[in-house]
């Protein structure tokens, strides 16, 4: 209970909250933002930085490693074949997106934040493309804090349409 506790009565707690938030694949950052500012109550300036360690601190992982452990999963989970090989697919078809333009493709991607994008998915399709690291991970971070700034905009936003409304 005391660990529960402290990640929402502490402002570390809230920001590790708002972090591990954002490393979540799907609800990323554009989740993570929201949350930290509106859930929470961290003020923005603590509340993004969080979001965006967060959304990035597993990109270098899913570059470097994410085929390897495809194919563990494929040699020793048969069941989850499906799912790979739809995750495989889904890389393959955002890839297409990124491929022409390469890191400023790849950058774009990350920071529009609309459902199918982002780090994650970003980071699935530069290893599909074999984008080496020194090349992929800079136009992530830099898609992550595009997007980041985007939904605190939007998040500043629905937060003063909301009072004004009341």
Known sequence: MEAFQWMFETI???CVLTMLVSMVPII??????PFGVA??????WLAFP????????????IIVYIRR???????HMPRLNGMVDALERKA???GQKVLRYQSLGLWLFVAIPLPG???WTGC???????????KALPAVVLGVITAGCIMLALTHMGINLFSDAL
């Open 50 to 61: 969080a979001a965006v360690i967060g959304n990035v601190l597993p990109a270098p992982f």
């Open 28 to 33: 990323e950052l554009r989740g993570g933002v």
């Open 12 to 14: 570390p707690g809230k």
């Open 69 to 75: 452990i495809f194919y563990w999963m494929r040699r």
């Open 39 to 44: 859930v929470l109550g961290l003020p923005s």
């Open 124 to 134: 699935l399709a530069a290893a599909f493309l074999d984008m080496r690291l020194k």
């Open 117 to 119: 994008t982002g780090a």
């Open 92 to 94: 393959h078809l955002k």
